[in-house]
């Protein structure tokens, strides 16, 4: 499970639109990497718009924003065009990425348990080192405080 200042796993993942993107391609920019657990899911909307909400703030702040979850291509699509997103989101369909960034866990919903993603976002430093890790993410706020974390780098 890697951690602040290890090397950010690198990946290469088809995305929305029918691209791949390759991680470590973005640098010398920093990366905001966040996993999320379904596409139109009240918090995972909620938390996509509001990093696509900022975009415009974390491109001035040098930083590209980039969803992932294990949703298809096509899902992506349909998220992306029904919430009118503007950022890229990629598609971890074997749990391969998911796997290397610690964040595939046993969770629980009424008493039932399963693997899935847990919402954490990385702040991957335009060296592609990991400068922050948040985990257990909430949503409210989230984005907002993550922009301040890429200013602040």
């Not at 796993?9 to 966040?34: E, H, I, M, N």
């Not at 592609?128 to 993410?137: D, E, N, P, S």
């Amino acid at each position: 499970m890697p951690d602040t200042s290890d090397i950010a796993p690198d990946f290469t993942l088809p995305r929305d639109g029918g691209d791949t993107l390759t991680l470590s391609s973005l640098r010398p920019k920093a990366v905001v990497l966040f996993f999320y657990p379904r596409d139109n899911t009240s918090g995972c909307t909620k938390e996509a718009v509001a990093f696509s909400g900022l975009k415009d703030a974390f491109d001035a702040a040098g930083a590209t924003i980039v969803g992932i979850s294990k949703d298809s291509v096509a899902s992506h699509d349909k998220f992306r065009d029904k919430q009118g997103l503007s950022v890229p989101l990629v598609s971890d369909a074997d749990d391969e990425t998911c796997e290397a960034y610690g964040v595939w866990k046993e969770k629980s919903m009424y008493g039932k348990t399963f693997l899935g993603i847990e919402r954490s976002t990385f702040l991957i430093d335009g060296e592609g080192r990991i400068a922050r890790v948040w985990r257990k993410v909430k949503v409210p706020g989230h984005a907002e405080e993550v922009l301040e974390a890429v200013k602040a780098l």
